[in-house]
């Protein structure tokens, strides 16, 4: 299980490898070794580490060495400062959570899904052997509900051929709907023993992400507190109990993978997010990573939250 290898809160490192230009200075300089030695002196254990398919492999399908060489290289970082890390695919060749770049045929195409299942027994057999330390998160936040059924046979497929390398590595699986919560229900019984549930929570969006520039469904002229919102422990708590209960009756894990609020909202209210959905995570010891470590609209290590950090950290 995710929680006896020392997964349980975390931090995600967005925008270093994906989400970005991909340029020489972003990649080298973005995240530095000291970052890992200030996210472990904040208590925290693990790091989420997304990653495009394009760090790591062609567009031919053929592997990038160096960015194996950079994931080795986080991973040293973590082991030297008794930090955890989970592996993100966060785009593959076809398909993008972004509305902006939209499905691009993965779901359809077996060549994009071939490249997906060698991409993935690279890793396993590249990491495999550091399954204490590291886990694996398939792909991150399917979208809509007509991918579902390929989604599961994809998954079960990538699942089968990353044991042949990595048979004890936690494997996190997520449903559609950008992995809601309500939306874990939905998902087939864990593949295996070191299968975890996973969903993302950023609810209620008109809270988390006002103002957001890149989503056109949101009115960026409105503003909430957070009472104003509909937000309260009772409502994350109703949000989560579907994704619950299919964790009890599955005998699986669960895990979020993402959750935070965008740096528009003051820290005073964002606050009280925070506290409100740490209840519910700690009363059903759900293991998780907030979103992000810097900048990306969410980043926990800027300066805005300097008088508040202290606060914050106890509710991650």
């Keep these: 299980m995710l929680t006896d290898k020392g997964f349980y809160r975390g931090i ?9 230009d991909y340029s020489e200075e972003r990649l080298n300089g973005f995240i530095r070794e000291e970052d890992f030695a200030r996210i472990s002196d904040w208590g925290l254990d693990h790091v989420r580490l997304p990653v495009d398919y394009n760090v790591v492999q062609r567009s031919d399908g053929s592997l990038r060495p160096e960015g194996f060489e950079r994931i080795g290289r986080v991973l040293s970082w ?10 993100d695919l966060h785009k593959t060749q076809g398909f993008s959570f972004d509305a902006m770049e939209g499905e691009a045929g993965f779901f359809e195409n077996e060549k994009y899904q071939e490249r997906f299942y060698a991409l993935w027994t690279a890793f396993a057999e590249a990491f495999g052997g550091a399954h204490e330390k590291m886990a694996f998160d398939l792909l991150n936040e399917v979208t809509e509900e007509r991918f579902l059924p390929a989604w599961m046979r ?3 497929e990538c699942v089968r051929r990353i044991r042949a390398f990595a048979p004890e590595s936690e494997i996190l699986v997520g449903s559609y709907h950008h992995n809601g919560a ?13 299968t975890v549930y996973n969903f993302h929570c950023y609810e209620p ?3 988390t992400h006002q103002g957001a ?20 422990e009772a409502y994350l708590e109703e949000l989560m109990r579907p994704a619950v209960e299919k964790a009890g009756k599955e005998c699986a894990e669960l895990y979020c993978g993402e959750y935070g609020v965008i740096d528009i909202v003051p820290t005073s209210e964002a606050l009280k997010w925070f506290k ?6 700690e009363k059903h010891k759900i293991a998780r990573a907030v979103w992000s470590y810097r ?5 926990l290590a800027d300066e805005r939250w300097d008088k508040d950090r202290r606060e914050l950290l106890k509710y991650l």
């Design 154 to 156: 994809i998954a079960g």
């Design 78 to 87: 973590c082991e030297k400062y008794g930090l955890r890390m989970v592996l």
């Design 12 to 20: 995600n490192l967005g925008g270093w490898m994906s989400q970005c």
């Design 213 to 232: 520039h890149w989503d056109t469904g949101l009115n960026r002229a409105d503003r909430f507190a957070f009472e104003e919102s509909g937000a309260s």
């Design 182 to 194: 309500r939306e874990v229900q939905y998902l087939m019984p864990p593949f295996d023993a070191h």
């Design 295 to 299: 900048e990306m609209d969410f980043g």
């Design 276 to 281: 409100a959905i740490h209840e519910v995570f």
């Design 205 to 207: 969006l008109k809270f």
